[in-house]
């Protein structure tokens, strides 16, 4: 999947960073309705569009069976429709087994209804290729759908994508007791802290090299600095680990997904670094967040400086996970216009409905959050949770910052508190407002630490009236 040659070319691309925006902390709060910013957001999210021209896999060798290796019938199909100048490479019905599936420019992967693609539990057949691991660069297995710097790419249809991680493959590499692992067993532990420490000190990305021999798990669907992305239709079961992650991409649409996988870090969607998504329509179940907005860990999201931007979320179910909305903890290169819409978000696994992560070793600027409309039937802690004592807590040298988090026309059947909101002594969140919500099933008082800014308007509470001196009484 990768040579020499190409190496050295991603290479030089992470170098020279041609995705770098302008650093956070510049941008000012808008002035007037945030929410009037969100149709010229969407005016510019705009999927791709493909030729009316088909590739069916079995007519390059694909047979169907669950027991074939289908990888060279992928690998050719994809090709012949990259050279023909794009279209469809169709999965018909029947259970395909592959290895890891590189798109190209112009290609749509239509997966249909009654179709699986079943990958690989084999981390041998999984290349190295440039990827991010938790916010950091490096080179490790591939994702098992992966794409680096193409332009106009698909994962659409009906069908199923089944990773095959469980708690006999990929998910133990976590280190957990309650998934397959037992002391002795091998870990990520010891290649998670190489790979941090590799970060801090500034080693070049050409010498982080990882994958065979080591434990850090494949991301499911990667396209990294691509262009124009549609993943449309499709459910995804048995994720290793993150299972949607597009990186330092632009127009980016993720619609109507069914995601489910009850694994350690198998966030559904986290958009890294990227500018102009829509997450639409989307079901989530999931082992860790339902969407996290990321931008790098620590000082490889400083050295990129690529926030995360004018993100859209609306319309999508959350079920189990530790966060609905959540934004970080990876945030170094900062999150900015964030806007969450029309989701129903319930289940007693389900943590937090909105989720802000920060601390003194990311030192991310997260600025610009607005949600409305958000039913939430029931959370296990709280609607709204902005911590700076994540993981690092303080730390750090760097300082977090959050600032304008809006909450409107919000409700709750159950939750522990309303808010569990914990800035620094020397560096608070900074203007959070609730305006028109209603929490209902509300099991006792909030907690709010360093906050600068808080308001409410027109907030019931249990039915009662609540403002900023009592809701955390």
């Given at each position: 999947?990768?040579?020499?040659?190409?190496?050295?070319?991603?290479?030089?691309?992470?170098?020279?960073?041609?995705?770098?925006?302008?650093?956070?902390?510049?941008?000012?709060?808008?002035?007037?309705?945030?929410?009037?910013?969100?149709?010229?957001i969407?005016?510019?999210?705009?999927?791709?569009?493909?030729?009316?021209?088909?590739?069916?896999?079995t007519?390059?060798?694909?047979v169907?069976?669950?027991?074939?290796?289908?990888?060279?019938?992928?690998?050719?199909?994809?090709?012949?429709?990259?050279?023909?100048?794009?279209?469809?490479?169709?999965?018909?019905?029947?259970?395909?087994?592959?290895?890891?599936?590189?798109?190209?420019?112009?290609?749509d992967?239509?997966?249909?209804?009654?179709?699986t693609?079943?990958?690989?539990?084999?981390?041998?057949?999984?290349?190295?290729?440039?990827?991010?691991?938790?916010?950091?660069?490096?080179?490790?297995?591939?994702?098992?759908?992966?794409?680096?710097?193409?332009?106009?790419?698909?994962?659409?249809?009906?069908?199923?994508?089944?990773?095959g991680?469980?708690?006999?493959?990929?998910?133990?590499?976590?280190?957990?007791?309650?998934?397959?692992?037992?002391?002795?067993?091998?870990?990520?532990?010891?290649?998670?802290?190489?790979?941090?420490?590799?970060?801090e000190?500034?080693?070049?990305?050409?010498?982080?090299?990882?994958?065979?021999?080591?434990?850090?798990?494949?991301?499911?669907?990667?396209?990294?600095?691509?262009?124009?992305?549609?993943?449309?239709?499709?459910r995804?079961?048995?994720?290793?680990?993150w299972?949607?992650?597009?990186?330092?991409?632009?127009?980016?649409?993720?619609?109507?997904?069914?995601?489910q996988?009850?694994?350690?870090?198998?966030?559904?969607?986290?958009?890294?670094?990227?500018?102009?998504?829509?997450?639409?329509?989307?079901?989530?179940?999931?082992?860790?967040?339902?969407?996290?907005?990321?931008?790098?860990?620590?000082?490889?999201?400083?050295?990129?400086?690529?926030?995360?931007?004018?993100?859209?979320?609306?319309?999508?179910?959350?079920?189990?996970?530790?966060?609905?909305?959540?934004?970080?903890?990876?945030?170094?290169?900062?999150?900015?216009?964030?806007?969450a819409?029309?989701?129903?978000?319930?289940?007693?696994?389900?943590?937090?409905?909105?989720?802000?992560?920060?601390?003194?070793?990311?030192?991310?600027?997260?600025?610009?959050?607005?949600?409305?409309?958000?039913?939430?039937?029931?959370?296990?802690?709280?609607?709204?949770?902005?911590?700076?004592y994540?993981?690092?807590?303080?730390?750090?040298?760097?300082?977090?910052?959050?600032?304008?988090?809006?909450?409107?026309?919000?409700?709750?059947a159950?939750?522990?508190?309303?808010?569990?909101?914990?800035?620094?002594?020397?560096?608070?969140?900074?203007?959070?407002?609730?305006?028109?919500?209603?929490?209902?099933?509300?099991?006792?008082?909030?907690?709010?630490?360093?906050?600068?800014?808080?308001?409410?308007?027109?907030?019931?509470?249990?039915?009662?009236?609540?403002?900023?001196?009592?809701?955390?009484?």
């Amino acid at each position: 999947m990768t040579n020499r040659r190409q190496f050295l070319r991603a290479m030089a691309a992470t170098a020279a960073a041609p995705f770098v925006l302008e650093p956070p902390a510049v941008v000012q709060q808008p002035s007037r309705d945030p929410w009037s910013e969100l149709p010229s957001i969407l005016a510019r999210i705009r999927p791709p569009t493909f030729p009316a021209r088909d590739f069916d896999v079995t007519a390059f060798g694909a047979v169907g069976d669950g027991a074939a290796d289908c990888s060279p019938a992928f690998r050719d199909a994809i090709d012949a429709c990259a050279r023909a100048g794009g279209g469809r490479v169709v999965v018909p019905a029947g259970v395909f087994a592959a290895g890891p599936i590189a798109l190209k420019s112009g290609v749509d992967l239509h997966v249909t209804a009654g179709a699986t693609i079943r990958f690989s539990r084999d981390p041998r057949r999984y290349p190295l290729v440039l990827t991010r691991f938790e916010g950091m660069e490096l080179m490790n297995y591939s994702p098992l759908v992966y794409a680096y710097g193409q332009r106009d790419i698909a994962v659409t249809g009906g069908g199923t994508l089944d990773g095959g991680a469980d708690c006999g493959h990929w998910w133990p590499w976590k280190g957990r007791t309650a998934c397959g692992w037992s002391r002795g067993d091998p870990s990520q532990d010891a290649d998670r802290s190489a790979l941090i420490a590799m970060v801090e000190r500034g080693a070049p990305v050409s010498e982080r090299v990882f994958g065979a021999g080591h434990y850090l798990r494949p991301q499911f669907i990667q396209p990294y600095r691509c262009t124009n992305v549609l993943v449309e239709g499709v459910r995804l079961r048995g994720a290793p680990m993150w299972q949607v992650h597009p990186v330092l991409c632009t127009n980016v649409t993720v619609r109507g997904l069914h995601i489910q996988a009850d694994g350690p870090n198998t966030d559904g969607c986290d958009p890294e670094s990227c500018t102009d998504v829509l997450i639409a329509d989307c079901e989530f179940d999931t082992g860790d967040d339902c969407i996290a907005i990321k931008s790098g860990r620590n000082a490889d999201g400083r050295r990129l400086r690529a926030p995360s931007e004018h993100i859209v979320v609306r319309g999508c179910r959350m079920k189990n996970g530790h966060g609905g909305v959540t934004i970080g903890s990876e945030i170094s290169g900062g999150v900015r216009n964030v806007f969450a819409e029309d989701c129903r978000l319930d289940s007693p696994a389900l943590e937090f409905a909105v989720r802000v992560k920060n601390n003194a070793a990311r030192g991310g600027v997260i600025e610009n959050v607005f949600a409305r409309r958000l039913h939430v039937g029931q959370v296990a802690r709280a609607a709204l949770t902005i911590d700076f004592y994540y993981e690092e807590a303080d730390r750090g040298p760097f300082t977090p910052v959050v600032r304008n988090v809006e909450l409107r026309e919000v409700t709750t059947a159950k939750a522990d508190s309303v808010l569990y909101l914990r800035g620094f002594p020397n560096a608070p969140v900074r203007d959070v407002s609730l305006v028109d919500c209603d929490f209902e099933g509300v099991a006792g008082p909030s907690r709010v630490e360093h906050v600068d800014g808080l308001s409410l308007r027109n907030v019931r509470v249990n039915g009662k009236p609540s403002d900023a001196a009592t809701i955390a009484k």
